[in-house]
């Protein structure tokens, strides 16, 4: 059996060619579109993925510390830790701001967490592709390589700088923007810093106020402006359980005891996907069906034209014994053509076009199949004006009068 | 095969009802024998293309009878249920623009009716490069009808009309976008066909060159047949 489709799209393979082109770039947009908002999932993921956490203990009737501000004591670690079931507390600080080098900023998130030997804490990055974890107190930073920060560079945070002393990868926060650790205190003091003005401003407000600073009481005084200038807070404490221990049970317990929020794996995932990054997805879906709507637009209109452009021979075909479904089929096959085309094109684009985007962009194989099975779905909808319009030609058409 | 190709008796057509009915064919009667080319003339809106398309089954006559061969194709208010296997396998048509498809090389124009009937593409390729060989095109098989002169597209269609070896062949107005010489040669290959194949041939045409052609000629006007005896002049 002959394919008039197969043979219509050899003989006019440039037509064919160049819409599949258009077609596919539309195809590809949509294709990064959907990558786009699997590269979020997939940040907000590898975020919990690489804290190594099992419990995020916030402040309490807060969705912190990624959704909201949260602010905790940093010595309640302790009594966490003193609990049975728990194997590691950890306290940590989260701070998205610009970094500074020389005359570059990157946005970065600037997680504070405790250094030392204890390099498989919660908090910590899980590996290193180069350089070293933190061993100091202070002043030295791991970084992300989508900062694009090397071993040895010196960056400014607030008003203290940083050495480079390990690179990792993939850590980066639920909004894409990469990590660079540094020690708590530093992140502490990051977070709380003031300009000096700033500060001369407080201490003259202290000490002008006789509450503070009463006659012959001048150790109040300085203990108050002591205060002001230090920072005690964490935004949460991550906590490791014992492998048998119920992540469910361990967050009641602690929410009961200690008077704080408590999030499993499981609600931060729904707190991040659910809602930090919800808005973004129903706008990622907005466009998506959009574009599926030009996408068909455009295969509608483009087979339309075809098959006006064959009227008369659709006439004859009909006038000589052709089936309506051989026409029908014709007609079809083109636009799944078309769309196959298309997706190919798109694929391609996507798979080129990703990688250039700021943001992580994840082009999973599952998306494709989906996105395969779609644009045949709507390749086979939009034939149905033209096949229709085929349908109703009347063979007497083919002769004149 | 009968001696009659195509036989219409009292075979009437009424477009609309009531005051806007309009009889397009009134008790048009017509007979061709298989082997004979016979003219249909008539003026614009005489009747022809409806008996044309009457003849072709395309429309359903309002009253009437035509056979084809011994087959009944419309009688009174009975008619054959599938008319489209009908026009397939019974029936050539020869239009006056060829209207070639134009993706189709010349050997799958003319082979793509029996191969739509279920044919095997090799055998029907083989009966379509048969009869390009008898119409003398056979050396244009592989090109594009876009690539073909109006007299080889004719000739194309023509044997595309004869591919299936159909009873009955209707050509409407076939020379007219020809000169004299290839309108004659038109004429000269549809006879030797209809004697070849055993074909009836009808062909509607206004061209006064080959109206000599025939031996019979139908003539309509306000859709009454009237039947004459041509001179058969046919070119050497």
């Given at each position: 059996?002959?394919?008039?489709?197969?043979?219509?799209?050899?003989?006019?393979?440039?037509?064919?060619?160049?819409?599949?082109?258009?077609?596919?770039l539309?195809?590809?947009?949509?294709?990064?579109?959907?990558?786009?908002?699997?590269?979020?999932?997939?940040?907000?993921?590898?975020?919990?993925?690489?804290?190594?956490?099992?419990?995020?203990?916030?402040?309490?009737?807060?969705?912190?510390?990624y959704?909201?501000?949260?602010?905790?004591?940093?010595?309640?670690?302790?009594?966490?830790?003193?609990?049975?079931?728990?194997?590691?507390?950890?306290?940590?600080?989260?701070?998205?701001?610009?970094?500074?080098?020389e005359?570059?900023?990157?946005?970065?998130?600037?997680?504070g967490?405790?250094?030392?030997?204890?390099?498989?804490?919660?908090?910590?990055?899980?590996?290193?592709?180069?350089g070293?974890?933190?061993?100091?107190?202070?002043?030295?930073?791991v970084?992300?390589?989508?900062?694009?920060?090397?071993?040895?560079?010196?960056?400014?945070?607030?008003?203290?700088?940083?050495?480079?002393?390990?690179?990792?990868?993939?850590?980066?926060?639920?909004?894409?923007?990469?990590?660079?650790?540094?020690?708590?205190?530093?992140?502490?003091?990051?977070?709380?810093?003031?300009?000096?003005?700033?500060?001369?401003?407080s201490?003259?407000?202290?000490?002008?106020?006789?509450?503070?600073?009463?006659?012959?009481?001048?150790?109040i005084t300085q203990?108050?402006?002591?205060?002001?200038?230090?920072?005690?807070?964490?935004?949460?404490?991550?906590?490791?359980?014992?492998?048998?221990?119920?992540?469910?049970?361990?967050?009641?317990r602690?929410?009961?005891?200690?008077?704080?929020?408590v999030?499993?794996?499981?609600?931060?995932?729904?707190?991040?996907?659910?809602?930090?990054?919800?808005?973004?997805?129903?706008?990622?879906?907005?466009f998506l069906?959009?574009?599926?709507?030009?996408?068909?637009?455009?295969?509608?209109?483009?087979?339309y034209?075809?098959?006006?452009?064959?009227?008369?021979?659709?006439?004859v075909?009909?006038?000589?014994?052709?089936?309506?479904?051989t026409i029908?089929?014709?007609?079809?096959?083109?636009?799944?053509?078309?769309?196959?085309?298309?997706?190919?094109?798109?694929?391609?684009?996507?798979?080129?076009?990703?990688?250039?985007?700021?943001?992580h962009?994840?082009?999973?194989?599952?998306?494709?199949?989906?996105?395969?099975?779609?644009?045949?779905?709507?390749s086979?909808?939009?034939?149905?004006?033209?096949?229709?319009?085929?349908?109703?030609?009347?063979?007497?058409?083919?002769i004149g009068? | 095969?009968?001696?009659?190709?195509?036989?219409i008796?009292?075979?009437?057509?009424?477009?609309?009802?009531?005051?806007?009915?309009?009889?397009?064919?009134?008790?048009?009667?017509?007979?061709?024998?298989p082997?004979?080319?016979?003219?249909?003339?008539?003026?614009?809106?005489?009747?022809?293309?409806?008996?044309?398309?009457?003849?072709?089954?395309?429309?359903?006559?309002?009253?009437?009878?035509?056979?084809?061969?011994?087959?009944?194709?419309?009688?009174?208010?009975?008619?054959?249920?599938?008319?489209?296997?009908?026009?397939?396998?019974?029936?050539?048509?020869?239009?006056?623009?060829?209207?070639?498809?134009?993706?189709?090389d010349?050997?799958?124009?003319?082979?793509?009716?029996?191969?739509?009937?279920?044919?095997?593409?090799?055998?029907?390729?083989?009966?379509a490069?048969e009869?390009?060989?008898?119409?003398?095109?056979?050396?244009?098989?592989?090109?594009?009808?876009?690539?073909?002169?109006?007299?080889?597209?004719?000739?194309?269609?023509?044997?595309r009309?004869?591919?299936?070896?159909?009873?009955v062949?209707?050509?409407d107005?076939?020379?007219a976008?020809?000169?004299?010489?290839?309108?004659m040669?038109?004429?000269?290959?549809?006879?030797?066909?209809a004697?070849?194949f055993?074909?009836?041939?009808i062909?509607?045409?206004?061209?006064?060159?080959?109206?000599?052609?025939?031996?019979?000629?139908?003539?309509?006007?306000?859709?009454?047949?009237?039947?004459?005896?041509?001179?058969?002049?046919?070119?050497?």
């Amino acid at each position: 059996m002959i394919s008039l489709a197969g043979r219509d799209i050899l003989h006019s393979w440039g037509k064919f060619i160049f819409t599949g082109i258009g077609l596919g770039l539309l195809i590809g947009v949509t294709f990064v579109m959907a990558g786009v908002y699997r590269g979020m999932v997939d940040d907000g993921k590898a975020l919990l993925d690489n804290s190594g956490a099992d419990l995020w203990v916030v402040q309490q009737n807060t969705l912190g510390p990624y959704a909201e501000s949260s602010s905790l004591n940093d010595d309640l670690y302790r009594t966490i830790s003193a609990m049975p079931g728990v194997a590691e507390v950890a306290n940590v600080t989260y701070l998205t701001m610009q970094v500074r080098k020389e005359e570059r900023d990157v946005r970065a998130m600037v997680v504070g967490i405790v250094p030392g030997d204890r390099f498989a804490a919660p908090g910590w990055p899980p590996y290193l592709v180069a350089g070293r974890y933190l061993t100091r107190g202070h002043y030295e930073a791991v970084a992300d390589v989508a900062t694009g920060f090397v071993i040895g560079d010196t960056v400014r945070i607030r008003r203290k700088d940083f050495t480079i002393v390990g690179l990792t990868r993939r850590m980066v926060s639920s909004s894409g923007d990469p990590m660079i650790f540094i020690p708590l205190k530093d992140a502490q003091e990051a977070q709380f810093l003031k300009d000096n003005d700033a500060t001369w401003q407080s201490r003259r407000r202290t000490e002008a106020n006789p509450a503070f600073n009463q006659p012959g009481s001048s150790a109040i005084t300085q203990a108050v402006i002591d205060s002001q200038t230090t920072n005690s807070f964490v935004n949460a404490i991550l906590v490791r359980l014992d492998a048998h221990v119920s992540q469910d049970e361990m967050a009641q317990r602690i929410s009961r005891w200690k008077r704080l929020t408590v999030y499993t794996r499981a609600e931060m995932e729904e707190i991040l996907l659910g809602k930090l990054i919800a808005t973004s997805a129903r706008q990622i879906s907005m466009f998506l069906v959009i574009l599926a709507i030009v996408s068909a637009a455009i295969i509608a209109f483009i087979i339309y034209t075809l098959t006006m452009d064959k009227i008369r021979e659709i006439a004859v075909l009909k006038l000589i014994g052709t089936r309506n479904r051989t026409i029908a089929a014709m007609i079809m096959q083109q636009a799944l053509v078309l769309g196959i085309i298309g997706f190919v094109i798109g694929k391609i684009t996507a798979a080129f076009a990703a990688p250039l985007f700021p943001k992580h962009v994840l082009l999973l194989t599952q998306d494709a199949f989906i996105g395969l099975f779609l644009v045949l779905v709507i390749s086979a909808l939009s034939s149905v004006i033209a096949i229709r319009m085929a349908l109703k030609v009347d063979p007497a058409e083919a002769i004149g009068g | 095969m009968s001696k009659h190709g195509i036989r219409i008796e009292h075979l009437s057509k009424r477009y609309g009802s009531g005051d806007t009915a309009v009889d397009a064919l009134k008790d048009v009667n017509m007979n061709v024998a298989p082997g004979e080319v016979v003219g249909l003339i008539g003026p614009s809106g005489s009747g022809k293309s409806t008996l044309l398309k009457s003849l072709g089954a395309v429309i359903t006559p309002t009253s009437g009878k035509m056979t084809l061969g011994e087959q009944t194709i419309f009688e009174q208010d009975w008619k054959v249920s599938d008319l489209r296997a009908l026009r397939r396998d019974k029936i050539g048509f020869i239009f006056q623009s060829p209207y070639l498809i134009p993706f189709l090389d010349v050997v799958d124009n003319v082979a793509l009716l029996p191969m739509l009937a279920g044919v095997s593409n090799s055998e029907a390729r083989a009966r379509a490069l048969e009869l390009l060989t008898a119409l003398d095109v056979h050396h244009r098989a592989q090109a594009f009808p876009s690539q073909l002169s109006g007299g080889e597209q004719q000739r194309v269609a023509i044997a595309r009309g004869l591919i299936n070896r159909p009873p009955v062949i209707l050509a409407d107005e076939p020379t007219a976008p020809l000169d004299s010489e290839r309108a004659m040669a038109v004429i000269r290959i549809l006879n030797d066909m209809a004697k070849k194949f055993e074909t009836a041939i009808i062909v509607v045409t206004h061209d006064e060159k080959i109206i000599p052609t025939f031996k019979r000629i139908y003539h309509i006007r306000d859709g009454v047949t009237t039947e004459e005896v041509g001179e058969g002049r046919l070119p050497d």
